[in-house]
């Protein structure tokens, strides 16, 4: 059963243009003109039962709004969105006990006091019995190594204890649906990393369902198993990670050890050179090319190792969202 529910869905906003320059500010402020444009344009998606969703997009796509929309904060302005059957906008109590929002750029923790006091306030917020709060706060902790930081001011924490916490706020509640947006934003490897891997652990215990934006491929590559990917509004794809660079990758990588350098620099001279160091080089082939190209380069050089490389995620994306805007910019100009 698919707990989250998008068809056709838009959202419109309205924003006064102005020109630059003094008069025309004071114009502007006496008789404002204004535009509407589409943040949201007939998206439609789904998420299933325990599923973990990338929703991905470059930056002004419309993930923050459809998130916001789906967690009741903003209202649509067309189309359906369902989450768990409830129309968010409502924000029914039942509803708001069975969803959560984490946002990498946003804090629900009360600055000046110690973690454990937003978690109290939470709990009493959310009608959560003694005996569960204790449980959840027992489990949650040790998977995010925090068990004697929650009694620190959160304004003394690191930006990654903070974020641990974060999650921390928003799990008590046993979320079925957990809306998170750029989780790991500004963190470092490492605290990127424990919270991919608590992320992973959480969703496959508790049986919830995630849907996630994230800039950082590494989120995506390990938490989600299919990705829908918007662009301009508008959703551009809706599959697989491993459909997704088969059908927008039309090349893969050779790595090479050459003997020497100067084998590397004859090298660049015939093939696509992506990569260099030393004697190390990667090179761009076709994928219809790899077998020929491999043997045409261990018979014209001397190499000690070789390795065949898929493109990486961040050139798939990146390669998509070109397709698409060149695709709507066509379909503009045509008009």
């Not at 007939?42 to 789906?70: C, D, H, W």
């Not at 925090?146 to 903070?162: A, F, P």
């Amino acid at each position: 059963m698919d707990r989250v529910v998008v068809e056709n869905l838009v959202k419109e906003f309205t924003r006064v243009k102005r020109e630059p320059g003094f008069m025309n500010s004071v114009r502007s402020f006496i008789k404002p003109k204004r535009e509407s444009f589409l943040a949201v344009n007939q998206v439609s998606l789904r998420v299933g039962e325990a599923e973990t969703v990338g929703f991905l997009g470059p930056n002004g796509a419309g993930k923050t709004t459809t998130l916001k929309i789906l967690s009741g904060i903003l209202h649509k302005t067309k189309g359906t969105a369902e989450v768990l059957g409830y129309d968010p906008f409502r924000r029914q109590p039942d509803f708001l006990k069975q969803i959560a929002l984490v946002m990498g750029n946003k804090q629900q923790l009360w600055w000046d006091l110690p973690a454990v006091d937003s978690f109290e306030v939470l709990k009493e917020l959310y009608d959560i019995p003694p005996k569960r709060y204790k449980d959840k706060l027992d489990t949650l902790l040790p998977m995010l190594d925090l068990t004697d930081k929650v009694n620190v001011q959160v304004r003394r924490m690191s930006l990654g204890e903070r974020m641990k916490c974060e999650l921390v706020a928003s799990l008590l509640h046993d979320p079925k649906v957990v809306f998170l947006d750029e989780p790991t934003l500004g963190l470092d490897l490492t605290s990127q990393s424990r919270i991919r891997a608590f992320l992973k652990g959480y969703q496959k215990e508790s049986g919830c369902s995630i849907l996630l934006t994230s800039h950082y491929m590494q989120d995506v590559e390990e938490l989600c198993e299919r990705v829908v990917v918007i662009n301009l509004g508008q959703v551009v794809y809706d599959g697989s990670m491993a459909a997704l660079a088969e059908r927008h990758s039309s090349e893969r990588r050779l790595r090479l050890t050459l003997g020497s350098e100067e084998d590397r620099v004859r090298l660049e001279r015939s093939y696509d050179l992506r990569e260099s160091e030393g004697n190390i080089a990667v090179i761009a082939v076709p994928k219809t090319e790899i077998a020929r190209v491999t043997g045409q380069v261990l018979g014209d050089f001397e190499v000690a190792d070789i390795t065949v490389e898929e493109p990486s995620v961040e050139e798939v994306i990146s390669a998509l969202f070109q397709e698409s805007s060149e695709s709507v910019s066509r379909e503009t100009s045509g008009r």
